[in-house]
């Protein structure tokens, strides 16, 4: 969608260089100049991402967090049970 943008860019910069009025010529470069924002705009959010989207994931909260910790603490923990057990037999 976004090469819509530099399509229309590129056409008003031809009616800018062929017109003779003066008026003209500048609506046109200022079509284009915006035109080109535009297309530049969508060029960098389809790459990069949008920041409104980035902002939109939750973070984790620090009592998701400490429970997290703790099961893989206890996944640790039973791990080196079971290896030492499985040593000692």
Excluded: C, N
């Excluded at 090469?3 to 590129?10: P, Y």
């Excluded at 031809?14 to 009025?21: D, L, Q």
């Excluded at 994931?57 to 620090?62: A, G």
């Amino acid at each position: 969608m976004y090469w819509l943008f530099l399509l229309l860019a590129l056409a008003a910069f031809v009616v800018a260089f062929s017109t003779p009025h003066m008026s003209l010529l500048v609506l046109a470069l200022l079509a284009a100049l915006g035109f080109l924002l535009a297309w530049a705009r969508g060029w960098y959010v389809a790459k990069i991402g949008d920041a409104s989207q980035r902002d939109a994931v939750p973070m984790i909260d620090p009592a998701e967090l400490r429970q997290l910790r703790e099961q893989a603490e206890a996944r640790r923990a039973a791990a080196a049970a079971a290896s030492d057990d499985a040593i000692s037999s």
